[in-house]
């Protein structure tokens, strides 16, 4: 009996170390994928940063009326979003390095970067990058509206995970075509997931950008940031 209790508690020891070990495996390789696409993070953006700093200009309201529009502008009071436009790629990419950004957001309050693609890239979605919505306007659309998306929560995609820290007055910058655009943030507004988002801008004369995320421990609803170009 006590040889049989002795080789059971050995069992247990074996069973127990292998799923200590089975679990360091399993932390130590998500850490390695994180600073993994750190330094491919790292990597896009420096290479954008050299394309842009060569041509750069800073773009402000007083001379965004001299810019070109590429995209028919929605001046009505609401802009309806369908949602269910946020995530309909399925495709991965086989190295994150390879694909190429048009521009990168920053929100120095919150300490983000991070780059976007056009919209026609099978990697704008929000399971891979901040999303470009197919209803926006790029930066450089007179009165256009910039709208990205992106998960919250606690996972690496969470991009925008701290937005709900934001305050009205503080600033974003998004850098795209070779300008720099400076936005002040003027609206917070919550909304319930029905799949529709309206975004209710307080000036259509100006040109906004508009993040939208899942609402901070709300499983309900998505909360709107509407920022207007200083």
Not at 22 to 33: M, P, T, W
Not at 109 to 120: D, N, Q, T, V, Y
Not at 206 to 218: A, E, S, Y
């Amino acid at each position: 009996m006590k040889k049989k209790l002795e080789i059971k508690k050995s069992q247990i020891l074996i069973f127990g170390s292998f799923l200590i070990l089975v679990g360091v495996i399993i932390l130590f390789s998500g850490h390695l994928k994180i600073l993994k696409e750190e330094v491919y993070e790292n990597a896009r953006l420096n290479i954008l940063e050299k394309n842009t700093n060569n041509s750069e200009e800073v773009i402000d309201s007083s001379n965004v009326s001299n810019l070109t529009s590429d995209t028919t502008n929605n001046s009505e009071n609401n802009e309806n979003l369908n949602s269910g436009n946020n995530s309909t790629s399925t495709a991965k990419p086989r190295n994150n390095f390879k694909y190429d950004y048009i521009g990168y957001l920053e929100i120095p309050k919150i300490k983000l970067k991070r780059g976007f693609l056009s919209k026609e890239s099978k990697y704008n979605d929000i399971n891979y990058n901040i999303m470009v919505s197919y209803n926006a306007d790029y930066p450089d659309v007179v009165n256009g509206n910039f709208i990205l998306v992106a998960h919250s929560g606690d996972a690496y995609i969470s991009f925008f995970a701290y937005l709900y820290k934001l305050n009205i007055g503080d600033t974003a910058i998004v850098t795209y075509n070779g300008s720099k655009y400076n936005y002040k943030l003027v609206k917070i507004e919550e909304q319930p997931k029905t799949g529709v988002i309206a975004i209710h801008r307080p000036n259509y004369q100006v040109n906004g950008l508009t993040l939208i995320t899942c609402t901070k421990n709300n499983d309900f609803t998505q909360t709107i940031y509407i920022f207007e170009l200083v």
